[in-house]
């Protein structure tokens, strides 16, 4: 029913390491990437993926294919489900029934490409043969930036004339229209007449994750304004998506291990010349979801270069703020502020790759700047500032992903405030704003046990069959969250591998409108975000009507087996403090009647 051409739409924008690199762990090996096969068992990898080609080819069990068969096969998606995971994430929407999608439209993408792929070879070879290039090299000799960098990142020129573009391209014989929405043309109002959108600039070619020119941005070689101009968005170019650099930063460091995000492509072009050739650039916006979401599917270490003013700080604080529900453990995110008068670029000429990286290690930690930001307008020695601190804090806290960074994040705020991480947490659950039924605190010893009840006794695939099951039917008929009372759920929070159930519950008890959309949007973000989809699809066994009763069962059981846990944690913790008061042979009567439970330190 779905037109071949949106499929290949759909893979020609997908990256197909990004989609395999969320199960395979993959190295950079030349041109392609390699790693362990995922279809049969192996010690050497012989599995490799072409990101140009957009396939992947084991050369141990011939598996073949592309993103979407890589879905099909591996993580066991329906066709269906499978494109319209990868359709969304490129921002496209599965054409609905009877809904033909306009063939013009693709074409038009497919022409636009092809469009930016010209002119891109003509701007490099105008910095190369055109009579004025000069004006070109020196600008860039004048920013110390060599030959090889400007191949590196294929930088061109565009020379100061009104039709030189559009004189080239007319020996193509594109079509007018597509040309115009391409973006390289701006068209006079009211008249046939365009002329080209870039002149007398240094132009940067803008890729996507392919290395597809997907844009420019141009600067401005002689005086005048704008100094800086980007193409306006165009069928193939989303601002809030794309960053300049990344699809270099990628090629050029086989084992990219951070990033730092900075503002310019001459910071981008200056860091790499200068040995750094992990710096992105952000197109002119603030830092969007889109990009932390992207960068940290590459790096698990980000780093935002900001100016050290109060224009920097503001930024600075932007971007902490959309990077807070992405800060899983083992991710990190810390802030470079740049002295006055000095960005990267002049910063990184002035003091080399040693003064740089230098800097760079001793950057301001999340940590530090998330406090010192909110500490600046508060007096922390009175009683009234340590309340505000805490009650700006706690709601931002709640946005980071449950873990031992979330964790140390409270226990942070609680020696600043003087309060202990327990009340810390069932203040914030009263600031929460969610609407008319509030879920209470979260019990302290179900939080304090959570690490404990990570080794635990019910088999992992039953537990696992279990859970999948609730979501299933909870997807299906959301109602079903009425069965239990919102505090009898809390104590599911105490189990991680019970994250999607509980906030997935929580989520339903706390919205007036529901429907999976609603659910898939707000979950969009989660690692388990595909396992939730599976989930909707699941076939389920029962009758809809079966559905209360098996529910009300599996959370049963949940709940029973937690409360066992968390006694029995209870009682360990009695037992290790009464411990020091003991003789030695009550001690050993202890170890006897304990039999088989290891007591630390008796
Ligand atoms: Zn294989």
Same mark, same amino acid.
């Given at each position: 029913?779905?037109?071949?051409?949106?499929?290949?739409?759909?893979?020609?924008?997908?990256?197909?390491?990004?989609?395999?690199?969320?199960?395979?762990? =993959?190295?950079?090996?030349?041109?392609?990437?390699?790693?362990?096969?995922?279809?049969?068992?192996?010690?050497?990898?012989?599995?490799?993926?072409?990101?140009?080609?957009?396939?992947?080819?084991?050369?141990?069990?011939?598996?073949?294919?592309?993103?979407?068969?890589? =879905?099909?096969?591996?993580?066991?998606?329906?066709?269906?489900?499978?494109?319209?995971? @990868?359709?969304?994430?490129?921002?496209?929407?599965?054409?609905?029934?009877?809904?033909? @999608?306009?063939?013009?439209?693709?074409?038009? &993408?497919?022409?636009?490409?092809?469009?930016?792929?010209?002119?891109?070879?003509?701007?490099?070879?105008?910095?190369?043969?055109?009579?004025?290039?000069?004006?070109?090299?020196?600008?860039?000799?004048?920013?110390?930036?060599?030959?090889?960098?400007?191949?590196?990142?294929?930088?061109?020129?565009?020379?100061?004339?009104?039709?030189?573009?559009?004189?080239?391209?007319?020996? /193509?014989?594109?079509?007018?229209?597509? @040309?115009?929405?391409?973006?390289?043309?701006?068209?006079?109002?009211?008249?046939?007449?365009?002329?080209? &959108?870039?002149?007398?600039?240094?132009?940067?070619?803008?890729?996507?994750?392919?290395?597809?020119?997907?844009?420019?941005?141009?600067?401005?070689?002689?005086?005048?304004?704008?100094?800086?101009? $980007?193409?306006?968005?165009?069928?193939?170019?989303?601002?809030?998506?794309?960053?300049?650099?990344?699809?270099?930063?990628?090629? #050029?460091?086989?084992?990219?291990?951070?990033?730092?995000?900075?503002?310019?492509?001459?910071?981008?072009?200056?860091?790499?010349?200068?040995?750094?050739?992990?710096?992105?650039?952000?197109?002119?916006?603030?830092?969007?979801?889109?990009?932390?979401?992207?960068?940290?599917?590459?790096?698990?270490?980000?780093?935002?270069?900001?100016?050290?003013?109060?224009?920097?700080?503001?930024?600075?604080?932007?971007?902490?703020?959309?990077?807070?529900?992405?800060?899983?453990?083992? #991710?990190?995110?810390?802030?470079?502020? =740049?002295?006055?008068?000095?960005?990267?670029?002049?910063?990184?000429?002035?003091?080399?790759?040693?003064?740089?990286?230098?800097?760079?290690?001793?950057?301001? /930690?999340?940590?530090?700047?998330?406090?010192?930001?909110?500490?600046?307008?508060?007096?922390?020695?009175?009683?009234?500032?340590?309340?505000?601190?805490?009650?700006?804090?706690?709601?931002?806290?709640?946005?980071?992903?449950?873990?031992?960074?979330?964790?140390?994040?409270? $226990?942070?705020?609680?020696?600043?405030?003087?309060?202990?991480?327990?009340?810390?947490?069932?203040?914030?659950?009263?600031?929460? +704003? &969610?609407?008319?039924?509030?879920?209470?605190?979260?019990?302290?010893?179900?939080?304090?046990?959570?690490?404990?009840?990570?080794?635990?006794?019910?088999?992992?695939?039953?537990?696992?069959?279990?859970?999948?099951?609730?979501?299933?039917?909870?997807?299906?008929?959301?109602?079903?969250?009425?069965?239990?009372?919102?505090?009898?759920?809390?104590?599911?929070?105490?189990?991680?591998?019970?994250?999607?159930?509980?906030? =997935?519950?929580?989520?339903?008890?706390?919205?007036?409108?529901?429907?999976?959309?609603?659910?898939?949007?707000?979950? $969009?973000?989660?690692?388990?975000?595909?396992?939730?989809?599976?989930?909707?699809?699941?076939?389920?066994?029962?009758?809809?009507?079966?559905?209360?009763?098996?529910?009300?069962?599996?959370?049963? @059981?949940?709940?029973?087996?937690?409360?066992?846990?968390?006694?029995?944690?209870?009682?360990?913790?009695?037992?290790?403090?009464?411990?020091?008061?003991?003789?030695?042979?009550? +001690?050993?009567?202890?170890? &006897?009647?304990? $039999?088989?439970?290891?007591?630390?330190?008796?």
């Amino acid at each position: 029913m779905i037109p071949q051409d949106f499929i290949e739409e759909v893979l020609d924008r997908t990256d197909i390491v990004e989609i395999i690199e969320a199960s395979v762990v =993959l190295k950079k090996m030349g041109k392609n990437y390699q790693g362990l096969c995922p279809f049969h068992k192996e010690k050497t990898p012989s599995f490799t993926v072409s990101q140009d080609k957009g396939f992947y080819h084991c050369f141990g069990c011939n598996a073949h294919g592309g993103a979407l068969k890589f =879905l099909q096969e591996h993580l066991r998606m329906d066709f269906i489900p499978a494109l319209e995971m @990868l359709a969304e994430r490129v921002g496209m929407k599965l054409p609905q029934q009877d809904e033909v @999608l306009p063939r013009q439209e693709n074409r038009e &993408r497919r022409v636009i490409y092809e469009i930016l792929e010209h002119a891109s070879k003509f701007y490099k070879e105008q910095l190369r043969t055109n009579s004025t290039r000069e004006r070109a090299v020196e600008y860039l000799k004048g920013r110390g930036l060599s030959g090889h960098i400007a191949r590196d990142f294929d930088l061109g020129y565009s020379v100061a004339k009104w039709d030189s573009l559009q004189t080239f391209m007319a020996s /193509s014989n594109f079509e007018r229209v597509f @040309l115009n929405n391409s973006g390289m043309l701006v068209q006079r109002d009211g008249s046939d007449h365009s002329y080209d &959108r870039f002149r007398d600039r240094i132009m940067f070619p803008i890729k996507d994750l392919r290395g597809k020119v997907i844009a420019f941005g141009g600067r401005l070689i002689g005086d005048g304004k704008p100094k800086y101009l $980007n193409s306006p968005e165009t069928p193939v170019f989303q601002k809030g998506r794309e960053l300049y650099g990344l699809y270099e930063a990628r090629r #050029r460091t086989p084992h990219l291990e951070k990033i730092i995000v900075v503002e310019g492509y001459m910071d981008v072009l200056a860091l790499a010349q200068n040995g750094i050739p992990y710096a992105v650039a952000t197109l002119g916006t603030a830092t969007t979801d889109n990009h932390i979401e992207r960068l940290f599917r590459f790096v698990s270490r980000i780093v935002f270069c900001f100016d050290g003013d109060e224009a920097g700080r503001k930024a600075a604080w932007k971007a902490l703020d959309a990077v807070l529900p992405y800060l899983q453990d083992g #991710r990190t995110v810390a802030f470079l502020f =740049l002295p006055d008068e000095e960005d990267p670029d002049s910063l990184v000429r002035k003091e080399g790759k040693d003064g740089f990286e230098g800097r760079l290690s001793k950057c301001t /930690s999340f940590t530090d700047f998330f406090y010192s930001h909110l500490e600046s307008s508060l007096d922390m020695s009175t009683p009234e500032g340590k309340a505000s601190l805490s009650k700006m804090a706690m709601p931002l806290v709640d946005q980071i992903p449950k873990g031992v960074f979330k964790q140390l994040m409270v $226990n942070s705020l609680s020696s600043r405030v003087g309060l202990t991480s327990e009340t810390l947490i069932s203040a914030s659950a009263s600031y929460q +704003k &969610r609407k008319s039924r509030q879920s209470g605190p979260i019990p302290p010893s179900s939080i304090k046990n959570a690490v404990t009840l990570a080794k635990n006794d019910i088999p992992k695939s039953e537990l696992g069959g279990q859970v999948d099951r609730a979501v299933s039917m909870l997807l299906k008929q959301p109602e079903l969250a009425d069965l239990f009372e919102p505090e009898e759920y809390s104590l599911l929070k105490a189990d991680e591998r019970l994250s999607l159930l509980s906030d =997935l519950l929580d989520f339903i008890m706390h919205e007036d409108i529901l429907s999976p959309e609603i659910i898939f949007k707000y979950f $969009n973000d989660r690692p388990d975000f595909m396992r939730l989809q599976q989930l909707a699809k699941k076939e389920q066994l029962l009758d809809i009507s079966q559905f209360a009763d098996e529910f009300k069962g599996i959370v049963r @059981l949940q709940l029973h087996r937690l409360e066992e846990e968390s006694k029995k944690t209870d009682i360990e913790n009695l037992l290790q403090r009464a411990i020091g008061t003991l003789s030695s042979e009550e +001690k050993d009567l202890i170890r &006897r009647y304990h $039999n088989g439970h290891s007591l630390k330190n008796v």
